[in-house]
C-alpha cells in the first residue's frame, strides 16, 4: 500500500509542479508576445501616420530597421518591401488574414507559425488614408523555441522538481503510512490514529473481547478437562479416526509405560499392549463399541474402545484403560476372606448345635452334662473373640483417617497391658518387663491391643513354661516395644504369611488355645495406623522375638 501512495503522490506532485511550471513558462511567454505585439502594433500605426502626412516618401526616410515593413495597394498588390525580396515576384496579399481585416476594419493582425516551428511570425496591417494598407511583421523566437533554448535550466528545474516531488511524496506516504504501521492490533481499545479508520477499530475491539471470552472459556474447559482426565485412575487415550492419539492423560502413560512425546508420534501400535489393543481399534473403526480383558507382564488390564460420532461419521475413539490387577486381587482377597469368616463361625456353631442335640436326646449322663455346657460355653466365647476380632479388624481397616490420636507413654500402657497379661495367665506363665519412659503420638487402644496380642501369642506359642519378655526401650528418635518369648518359634517360610487374615501355622493348636488367626493382622493394622514398623526375628523351637517401632516425640 505504502509503495501505490507513494508512486501516486510521486506521479501527481510531478504533474503538479511540472504542468505549474509548463503553465508559468506559457503565461511568461504570452505575455511577452503580447507586449511585443503592442510595440509592434504603435511602430505600425506611427508608420501608417508618418505616410500618411509624408507619402511613400516617408519610408524611404528610415533607415535601419527591425521591422519588414510592406506596403499592399487595396488590390492586394505589394507596392513597397523592405525585405529586399523582388516586390514584382511577390504573390497578391488580398487573401492574407491581417490583410483583409485591416482593409475592411481598418485594423488587422495575424501570427504564422514558421515551417521549423522555431520562429512566431507577427502580422500588424493598418489601413492608409490613401486606401492601402502598411503592414509591420516582426519574428520572434516560438514557444517552442523558448523551451529547446530552455532546455537545459528546464531540465534542471524539472529534475529538482522530481527530487522535491519525491522527497515530499516520501514524507507525505511515511506521514500517512506510520500510524498505520504503528497500529497494535492487539490493542483496539486505543483510539485509532485516523477517525475513518474508528469503525474497524470498534469492530477489532468487539472482535477481540469475543475472541478473548472464547479463548478464556475454552482454556477453562481444557483446564477442567486436563484436571479431571490427569486425576482420573483409568487410563484415558483421545484417538483421531485414523488411529493417531491425540489426547493421553497420566495413568495411561503409565500403563502403557512410554514417554508422552513418544506415544503422540508413533501411537498405541509401538506399545507393549498393541497385541491386545489393536483389535479393539479394529472393532471401534467398524463403529462398535468394544471391551477387552487381558493379562500382560502379571497384571490384570481391562480396555474399553467407544467411537466418537459426528453427523454419522466416526471422528475418532475414547479408549479407556484399567489396571484390574488390584481390584481383582482384592475381590478374590474379600471373597476368600468371606468363606474364611463363614467357616470359621460355622465350626464353633456346628460343636454348639452337636452338643446341644446331644444334651437334649438325653443321651448324655447327668453327671456329664456340665462337661457339655462348659464346652458350649467355650465355643461361644470363641465366637464372640472371634465376631470381635473381625468388627476390629473392618473398623482398622475402614475408618484409619477418624481413628483419634493423643500423646502416649508406651512404657506406662505396656505395664499395665503386662499386668492384665499377668492376671489371666497367673501360675501359668511368667511375664518379665521392663520399660523405660518413651512418648508416642498413637491411639491408645490399639496400642494396648498391639501389646496384648504379641504378649498373648508369646504366652499362647511359649512352649511348655512360658517365659515372656517385654520391654519398652529407646533406639534414636524411636519409641521400640519388643515381646520375646522362649516358645516354639515360627518357621521362616510362615514368617512372612503369619499376618495374613486367619494365617496360622498350626491350626489345630491355635484353635485349641483359643485363637482366631487374626490377632496378627489387627497387629499390622493397628501398626499401619499408627505409623509404627513392625518386624520380628525367630528361631524354629527357640523363640520369637516381635519389636514395634513408635515414632517418638
Ligand atoms: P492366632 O489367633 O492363631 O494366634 P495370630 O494372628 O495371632 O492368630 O497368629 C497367627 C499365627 O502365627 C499363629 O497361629 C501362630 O501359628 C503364629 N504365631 C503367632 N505368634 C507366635 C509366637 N510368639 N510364637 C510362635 N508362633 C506364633
Redo the contacts with the bound molecule.
Keep these: 500500500m505504502a509503495r501505490r501512495i507513494f508512486v501516486s503522490l510521486l506521479i501527481a506532485a510531478c504533474f503538479v509542479l511540472g504542468g505549474t511550471t509548463l503553465f508559468i513558462v506559457d503565461e511568461m511567454y504570452q505575455t511577452y508576445t503580447q507586449s511585443q505585439m503592442e510595440i509592434l502594433k504603435a511602430e505600425t500605426q506611427l508608420i501608417a501616420y508618418g505616410i500618411d502626412r509624408e507619402g511613400m516618401e516617408f519610408l524611404n526616410g528610415l533607415d535601419d530597421t527591425d521591422y519588414r515593413i510592406t506596403v499592399i495597394d487595396s488590390d492586394g498588390t505589394v507596392v513597397f518591401d523592405n525585405s529586399g525580396s523582388d516586390i514584382s515576384q511577390m504573390e497578391n496579399h488580398l487573401g492574407r488574414k491581417e490583410v483583409s481585416e485591416a482593409l475592411s476594419q481598418g485594423y488587422g493582425t495575424s501570427t504564422r507559425q514558421s515551417s521549423t516551428l522555431t520562429l512566431k511570425l507577427v502580422y500588424i496591417a493598418w489601413l492608409l488614408k490613401n486606401g492601402m494598407v502598411v503592414r509591420l511583421s516582426a519574428s520572434y523566437a516560438s514557444l517552442y523555441r523558448v523551451l529547446r533554448s530552455l532546455a537545459q535550466p528546464l531540465l534542471l528545474v524539472l529534475l529538482l522538481i522530481i527530487g522535491l516531488a519525491f522527497f515530499l511524496a516520501y514524507r507525505l506516504t511515511k506521514r500517512i503510512v506510520d500510524p498505520l504501521d504503528n497500529i497494535d492490533v492487539d490493542k483496539p481499545e486505543e483510539k485509532a490514529p485516523y477517525p475513518e479508520i474508528q469503525p474497524i477499530f470498534n469492530r477489532l475491539l468487539q472482535q477481540k473481547i469475543r475472541i478473548d471470552e472464547d479463548s478464556q472459556r475454552l482454556m477453562r474447559q481444557r483446564q477442567e478437562f486436563e484436571t479431571i482426565t490427569e486425576n482420573m485412575e483409568q487410563g484415558l487415550i483421545l484417538m483421531s479416526a485414523d488411529g493417531r492419539i491425540l489426547e493421553i492423560n497420566e495413568a495411561a502413560l503409565g500403563i502403557l509405560k512410554k514417554d508422552r512425546n513418544e506415544l503422540l508420534q508413533s501411537g498405541i501400535s509401538e506399545t507393549e499392549l498393541a497385541a491386545s489393543l489393536l483389535p479393539l481399534l479394529q472393532d471401534g473403526q467398524m463403529g462398535h463399541r468394544a471391551s477387552a480383558l487381558f493379562r500382560h507382564n502379571g497384571r490384570s488390564y481391562e480396555a474399553d474402545i467407544s467411537p466418537v460420532r459426528e453427523e454419522n461419521r466416526i471422528s475418532g475413539f475414547a479408549l479407556l484403560l484399567m489396571d484390574t490387577t488390584l481390584r481383582d486381587s482384592t475381590e478374590s482377597l474379600r471373597r476368600e476372606f468371606a468363606s474364611n469368616v463363614s467357616h470359621e463361625l460355622k465350626t464353633p456353631l456346628q460343636a454348639i448345635e452337636g452338643y446341644a442335640e446331644l444334651l437334649k436326646s438325653g443321651m448324655v449322663r447327668k453327671e456329664d452334662e456340665s462337661v457339655f455346657y462348659d464346652r458350649i460355653h467355650k465355643e461361644s466365647k470363641h465366637m464372640e473373640t472371634l465376631i470381635s476380632d473381625i468388627l476390629k479388624l473392618s473398623h482398622l481397616e475402614d475408618d484409619r483417617s477418624t481413628v483419634e490420636k493423643e500423646v502416649l507413654d508406651l512404657a506406662q500402657i505396656a505395664a499395665s497391658v503386662v499386668e492384665r497379661l499377668r492376671r489371666e495367665n497367673e501360675g501359668k506363665a511368667r511375664i518379665l518387663f521392663e520399660g523405660k519412659e518413651s512418648h508416642i503420638y498413637a491411639n491408645r487402644e490399639l496400642v494396648e491391643t498391639i501389646i496384648y496380642?504379641?504378649g498373648?501369642?508369646?504366652v499362647?506359642?511359649?512352649g511348655k513354661d512360658p517365659e515372656v519378655f517385654i520391654a519398652v526401650l529407646q533406639e534414636a528418635d524411636k519409641a521400640v516395644l519388643r515381646?520375646r518369648?522362649k516358645?516354639?518359634?515360627?518357621d521362616e517360610k510362615?514368617q512372612e504369611r503369619?499376618?495374613e487374615r486367619f494365617?496360622?501355622?498350626?491350626?489345630s493348636?491355635?484353635?485349641a488355645?483359643?485363637?482366631?488367626?487374626?490377632?496378627?493382622?489387627?497387629?499390622k493394622h493397628a501398626c499401619i495406623v499408627n505409623n509404627a514398623e513392625i518386624s520380628l526375628k525367630?528361631k524354629l523351637n527357640e523363640?520369637?522375638q516381635?519389636t514395634v517401632r513408635f515414632q517418638r516425640i
Excluded: P
Design positions: 496380642n504379641l498373648d501369642n508369646a499362647k506359642y511359649g515381646v518369648d516358645g516354639i518359634g515360627i510362615d503369619i499376618f494365617y496360622r501355622v498350626d491350626k493348636r491355635s484353635r488355645l483359643g485363637g482366631t488367626g487374626l490377632g496378627l493382622s489387627i497387629v525367630s523363640g520369637t516381635f
